[in-house]
């Protein structure tokens, strides 16, 4: 089950042109949406070769699932995903699966619907974030390794949010190799 959450976190926001770099965070990004975007985000979506269910149970928060292969059987895996606004963007916050029930940590990406119903999404660059850690900017740990850099905020929910500037979307997001999650069946 860990695999597929994983690979569920993986194709929402952690996509960087590194590979799977990533970047965690005790905090959600924003507050929830409180549109009802139930019309936008109700359906069935593909993700490359995956395919996802999607219901808006209350404003700004869903539930996606999927299914997964697993000793002869299909098995339901299912996740909460929350949709945040933060100075007028959106945001899509999820929990790690790998995370501590005592101590959260939600990965995260700046996001948007294209004009044909899409998600686009545009995960955090690692690296900016961990130049952050670096200049002390941030409260955080960064792990690298040959091809990839992990960041996970540990602290400082003012600073961490006074990062993410709109001013900064450009270099802190990756706005020229975004995901985009379609839309290939509206449910309501």
Not at 54 to 79: H, I, M, P, Y
Not at 141 to 157: D, F, L
């Amino acid at each position: 089950m860990k695999t597929t959450l994983l690979a569920l976190a993986a194709a929402l926001a952690s996509l960087l042109p590194m590979g799977c770099s990533s970047v965690s965070s005790p905090f959600v990004v924003g507050e929830p949406i409180k549109e009802d975007l139930s019309s936008k985000v109700n359906g069935i979506w593909k993700v490359g070769d995956a395919v996802y269910y999607a219901k808006q149970v209350r404003n700004g928060e869903l539930r996606v699932a999927t299914t997964e292969w697993t000793s002869d059987t299909f098995r339901l895996v299912a996740t909460t995903v929350l949709l945040t606004e933060y100075q007028g963007g959106m945001y899509i916050n999820y929990l790690n699966p790998e995370s501590p029930k005592d101590k959260p940590e939600y990965f995260f990406a700046r996001c948007g619907f294209a004009d044909d119903g899409s998600l686009v999404a545009y995960g955090p660059v690692a690296e900016v974030f961990a130049q952050g850690v670096g200049k002390k900017e941030l409260q955080g740990e960064i792990n690298r390794s040959e091809h990839t850099v992990n960041v996970k905020i540990t602290g400082g929910k003012e600073s961490f949010l006074k990062f993410i500037q709109n001013d900064k979307v450009a270099e802190q997001f990756t706005l020229s190799q975004p995901l985009i999650v379609h839309r290939i069946v509206e449910q309501k």
